[in-house]
């Protein structure tokens, strides 16, 4: 019985543990540096970019939400060549959205 109890009680501290990893920034300032992007909103798969690149660069996935902790403005397109429509996101955003952006560039 005590074992159980043992076994219980690591899993739910496992758990608990991957819960709090996997929970979104709960403040601008917990937020990582650079221009960053995550598949769900600010969870799941997530690239940084320490800096906008130049030209258009393509996102490993497809992004839902960002963070713009850089100066520049960035343009979001939903294709993977930069063209068509664009989203424009200041510098310092923090948004989600409802379409997967799939490439960027500097505005």
Do not use: H
């Not at 343009?75 to 960027?104: M, V």
């Amino acid at each position: 019985m005590r074992r159980t109890a043992i076994k219980i009680a690591s899993t739910f501290a496992v758990a608990g543990a991957m819960t709090a990893a996997l929970q979104a920034p709960a403040a601008a300032s917990e937020l990582p540096s650079g221009l960053n992007f995550w598949s769900g909103v600010l969870t799941g798969l997530s690239q940084n970019y320490a800096e906008v690149p130049a030209g258009c660069t393509q996102i490993p996935f497809g992004a839902r939400s960002l963070s713009n902790q850089t100066p520049t403005d960035i343009l979001l397109y939903q294709t993977g060549d930069c063209s068509g429509f664009a989203w424009t996101f200041p510098a310092t955003e923090l948004r989600n959205f409802n379409f997967d952006g799939k490439s960027f560039k500097a505005a």
